[in-house]
């Protein structure tokens, strides 16, 4: 479970943004006069943040230095990689810092209203969705990697869905972290009674590469929105990533997140169940090998009542990995009958590795249902056993130990997410070669 073990708390490293730097970032994207303003208040909160605290769980496994870029300077624009895989998308979408988004959107989609456009250009999309919906404030320990990113954006993305639309189709985001320090940020908002799905791939890069990223997911009443974030990045990546949800009354917001590149990583996801009957599930898989570091937390604030809220996080370490979680459930006062539960299950495949775990609730009022629940544990070598007897190998055994391990996460994926993130699982199984023996 948690570390006990004593930690200093080091200052973070934190990359210089002077007025000049800012103006430069702000030009390269070729914002406006409000979104310009806006990028300005950030660097003011930038200059100001505290250091996150290391003493509190959110921040406790992790250093902060690891993540941050060394430099905010307006990068060039790279080589373009290859566009989105997906074979049948509403929109593909290429992101990579200090270009301008390379989008191609369906007729379909475009003839339900689906926009999608460079951040850069939705000045007043944003001005009517804050007026809709006043911002919030950053979660703590995170704010000075959200004030980070939205002072120093180099690539943004808007993603709108009109009141009513139904996309059959994924919208698929693909940011690659080529060049050393990648700073994206994703609006997506989905309208009163619209579906939508929003698929969120980081890949590439390379030891040199740092990714600060910050996703805002909008979903009006009645709304219905799956936000799919999977992390893939090349060896030796290290990055932060945060998206945040806000549902609105009977909305219902699926995030699935899974994470298996890099070097060290850190994951927030948060939402606020801001509108009566309004449902947030997480689910979530992550397989680290090496000594690959992942760090996630998850939040559930249930602002109104009869909300509902899960989670289910489940990680796989092998070699000298380790995977930490976080995750809190806040019940406010005025949230009566609502429901919210928790479970993060921790398998290691060997006895270097690592898996830490820290659910924590906070419950205001007593008409509500809530549990948590959180296991760390080796593959059972009875298992392993058994199904040898049965005539399987020993790395196909300890294979479908693992797949079984994951089948009930699987079992609760819409169907053709299941088989993306089975695709990415069987990758990383067939690593285990060897390791049985």
Not at 87 to 102: F, I, K, Q, S
Not at 305 to 310: L, P
Not at 420 to 429: I, M, S, Y
Request: aromatic fraction near 4%; charged fraction near 25%.
């Amino acid at each position: 479970m948690a570390s006990t073990e004593h930690r200093e708390v080091p200052a973070a490293r934190r990359p210089a943004l002077t007025g000049d730097g800012v103006a430069a970032l702000s030009a390269q994207v070729g914002e406006g006069p409000a979104l310009f303003a806006r990028r300005r208040a950030a660097a003011a909160r930038y200059a100001t943040a505290a250091d996150p605290d290391r003493v509190s769980h959110l921040w406790r496994f992790t250093d902060p230095a690891h993540l941050l870029p060394e430099t905010l300077a307006a990068p060039r624009a790279a080589a373009a990689p290859p566009s989105p895989h997906a074979e049948h998308a509403a929109a593909r979408v290429l992101m990579l810092a200090g270009m301008r988004p390379l989008i191609t959107a369906g007729l379909k989609a475009l003839a339900a209203g689906l926009v999608v456009k460079p951040l850069a250009e939705a000045e007043e999309e944003l001005e009517a969705l804050e007026a809709r919906e006043p911002a919030e404030g950053a979660d703590p320990g995170s704010g000075l990697f959200q004030a980070l990113n939205g002072a120093a954006w180099n690539t943004g993305l808007y993603v709108g869905v009109p009141p009513g639309a139904i996309l059959d189709e994924p919208v698929h985001v693909l940011i690659d972290a080529a060049g050393g320090g990648t700073l994206p940020r994703l609006v997506v908002d989905v309208g009163r009674g619209a579906q939508a799905v929003v698929v969120e791939e980081h890949t590439g890069g390379d030891a040199g590469s740092r990714v600060v990223s910050s996703s805002e997911l909008h979903a009006a009443d009645g709304a219905r929105l799956r936000h799919v974030l999977v992390q893939t990045w090349g060896e030796g990546v290290c990055g932060h990533l945060t998206a945040r949800a806000r549902a609105g009354r009977d909305a219902d917001v699926l995030t699935v997140f899974a994470s298996f590149g890099g070097e060290r990583s850190k994951v927030e996801l948060t939402c606020d169940l801001a509108g009566e009957g309004a449902r947030s599930e997480m689910i979530g898989v992550v397989m680290g090998a090496g000594r690959q570091r992942f760090d996630h937390h998850t939040r559930h604030r249930h602002l109104a009542g009869r909300t509902w809220s899960n989670i289910d996080f489940k990680a796989v370490a092998d070699a000298a990995a380790r995977s930490s979680y976080t995750g809190l459930i806040r019940i406010e006062q005025d949230a009566r009958g609502s429901e919210a539960y928790q479970e993060n299950r921790n398998l290691l495949l060997s006895d270097r590795s690592r898996a830490d775990s820290i659910p924590e609730l906070e419950i205001l009022n007593q008409d509500v249902s809530c549990s948590h629940g959180a296991t760390v544990a080796p593959v059972d070598p009875e298992q392993v056993f058994y199904l040898q007897s049965r005539g399987l190998d020993p790395d196909e055994a300890l294979r479908l130990v693992v797949r079984g391990f994951l089948e009930k996460t699987f079992g609760r994926l819409p169907g053709d997410l299941r088989e993306r993130l089975e695709d990415l699982v069987g990758a990383r199984l067939a690593a285990l070669q060897g390791r049985a023996s």
